[in-house]
């Protein structure tokens, strides 16, 4: 074990000595992690592939009906029905994007005079997909009219709204004379509209009001709303991640292109201690650039940790997942060149897939399928489970092993790949 630390501290020595690559680990994460967190602090525009929703009907009503179908319709949605406990659970795990609670309004006048029967719609979004919420809420918003023309559409839906109007009427006790008049007035006049017109000509009568849609952010056991910089910087913590990666991938080769490693192999120590040093070390630094990132933001950006032991858990596990990617890309090529641009293909592709650059949202559904497979994925959701997920250390635990077995398998195959080149 000592020879091991041994090698690992000459390698952290010489990581600190080179500016430029100090730069790739410890700035650049900080800076995206910056650029992110600004750009997610401001509202966007959504789109994409399907989103997934859930529905709350505590109405009931055949506008409500009406109105889920017309949800469930769309190709953008995916609906599912659901109890609100459960709705809101799985929007807080970043199960679904959002979900919508339909209820009946609190004033009893508008249950009776307002279009659609007086129903209140909630949306509780998903704080980290705040470019959503606006298209999610204009999908909602189509819907409602939809269905709202296609009843003012049916002359007998409007005849039945104007006699339960005027039969409300009497015993409405906060109308002034004049109001009482000339609601009476229209009612009666929309009972003879719906006999003498055609459904076309009602609709353009109808009286369409805009649909009382809220939109509130999930937040389960919180005091308030999160920072977007408590989004941004699990991405920051992985391009940390990503540039100790690349970093020591590069050292491997230059040691083996300059000579260092075949006088490390001819000193009293095995080719394990060297590859096992060089893991630690690259473990070590993996550690202290998040634990770095994850205290600045605390200090100067209010970043917050729910789950200081699931944060632990899923920063160790991520840092062993890219310990052995470390490893296995050092060994895709013979030169420093075909090593730099072997690690950055794989680092890339996988941070593209995963989350890494590219929000999930506006991935094609294939693309989506293909993202579980990317250890960026993972990595970062466990650092948002514990940082702002609420996600219990149970909870975490599969997570972390899925990291873990997929550094196993890289740094073995890694491992095997140096050896047949040593061979």
């Known amino acids: ?15 600190w000595r080179d500016k430029v690559s100090l730069f790739w680990v410890l700035g650049f994460p900080l800076i995206m992690g910056l650029f992110f967190g600004s750009v997610f602090s401001g509202s966007g525009g959504g789109g994409g592939s399907t989103m997934r929703i859930a529905v709350t009907d505590e109405v009931a009503s055949e506008f409500s009906r009406d109105l889920i179908a017309q949800l469930d319709s769309s190709k953008s949605l995916t609906v599912r029905r659901m109890p609100l406990d459960s709705a809101r659970k799985r929007v807080s795990k970043g199960r679904l994007v959002g979900h919508v609670q339909i209820t009946p309004t609190a004033d009893d006048d508008a249950q009776t005079f307002a279009p659609g029967g007086g129903l209140e719609l909630t949306i509780g979004i998903d ?28 002359p007998k839906v409007t005849q039945d709204w104007a006699s339960k109007g005027k039969t409300a009427l009497d015993s409405a006790s906060d109308l002034t004379p004049q109001q009482r008049d000339v609601l009476s007035n229209l009612f009666t006049g929309l009972e003879g509209l719906s006999t003498q017109f055609d459904s076309s000509m009602l609709t353009e009568a109808s009286p369409f009001g805009s649909p009382p849609i809220t939109v509130t952010d999930v937040q389960v056991n919180r005091e308030g709303p999160r920072s977007a910089y408590e989004i941004s910087f699990p991405q920051a913590m992985i391009w940390a991640l990503i540039g100790v990666t690349a970093t020591f991938a590069m050292t491997i ?24 040093g060089k893991g630690l070390a690259c473990f070590t630094a993996s550690i202290a650039v998040c634990a770095f990132l994850i205290l600045f933001g605390q200090v100067t950006l209010g970043v917050r940790v729910m789950n200081y032991t699931g944060l632990a858990i899923a920063l160790v596990a991520a840092s062993m997942c890219f310990v052995g990617l470390m490893m296995m890309v050092s060994a895709m090529g013979r030169s420093e060149q075909a090593v ?27 693309m989506q399928t293909v993202s579980h497979i990317s250890p960026v ?35 073995g195959v890694g491992v095997i790949l140096l050896n047949r080149r040593d061979g």
């Open 253 to 276: 080769v230059q040691e083996r292109t300059r000579g260092t490693y075949l006088r490390l192999r001819l000193a009293p120590m095995s080719r394990a201690h060297v590859l096992a």
């Open 340 to 366: 730099a641009g072997a690690s950055w293909s794989v680092l890339l592709l996988s941070s593209m897939t995963g989350g890494g650059m590219v929000p999930l949202m506006v991935m094609p559904g294939w």
């Open 127 to 154: 704080p980290s997909r705040q470019a959503e919420a606006g298209y999610l809420k204009g999908l909602i918003t189509q819907a409602y009219f939809t269905v709202l023309q296609k009843q003012f559409k049916d």
């Open 377 to 411: 994925k993972w990595s970062i959701l466990g650092f948002e489970a514990s940082i702002w997920r609420g996600y219990t250390t149970p909870e975490l635990l599969p997570i972390a092993g899925l990291l873990v077995a997929i550094g196993a398998v890289a740094f």
């Open 1 to 15: 074990m000592r020879l091991i630390a041994i090698m690992a501290k000459k390698d952290l020595r010489l990581l």
